[in-house]
């Protein structure tokens, strides 16, 4: 919820008339895909509402806002062609990655969207963004090669693992 009262809702939908309004993406891709709404604060009215997502399965986990009300997205992703922008890391590893995607605020456009993951099963569960923008996201992963940097842990521990990445504005 943002300081105006307007509430943010991600999930996923298998729902092909999933109600859109200036969406990002007016058509399912896949059986299921990701979904951002932004309602308003009295609950009677969407002010933006997009699928995201490719031709697999895509699942929307957490969402938060930064103080520009941009939108940032965590979820998992098997989709190979999971829509991409400014992307750290721009192509699907292994059957299923984390994907993290920022969204303008009046939520017309994507700022960045990114795989995140390695050769094997990773998923974004929750996200936050801090003051200077960065976006912070928890999950799990099944990778032993899940990309890490500055890690405290930088080895595999086991058949999954927790991971925190934290991904600048940009």
Do not use: C, E, H, W
Not at 94 to 108: D, E, H, L, Q, R
Not at 162 to 167: D, E, G, H, Y
């Amino acid at each position: 919820v943002d300081s105006a009262g307007n509430a943010y809702i991600t999930g996923a939908t298998s729902s092909i008339d999933f109600p859109t309004k200036n969406a990002l993406q007016l058509a399912p891709g896949g059986n299921s895909d990701a979904f951002v709404t932004k309602m308003n604060a009295a609950g009677s009215a969407l002010v933006f509402s997009t699928y995201l997502g490719g031709s697999f399965d895509d699942f929307g986990q957490s969402v938060a806002l930064d103080s520009a009300r941009r939108v940032y997205v965590t979820g998992k992703t098997l989709s190979a062609n999971f829509p991409t922008k400014n992307a750290l890391q721009p192509t699907l590893n292994g059957s299923a990655n984390a994907f993290v995607t920022k969204i303008s605020a009046a939520g017309t456009a994507l700022v960045y969207s990114t795989y995140l993951g390695g050769s094997q099963v990773d998923g974004g569960n929750t996200i936050a963004v801090d003051s200077a923008f960065n976006a912070i996201v928890t999950g799990v992963t099944t990778s032993p090669d899940f990309p890490t940097k500055n890690a405290i842990n930088p080895s595999f521990g086991g058949s999954t693992d927790a991971f925190v990445s934290k991904i600048n504005p940009a």
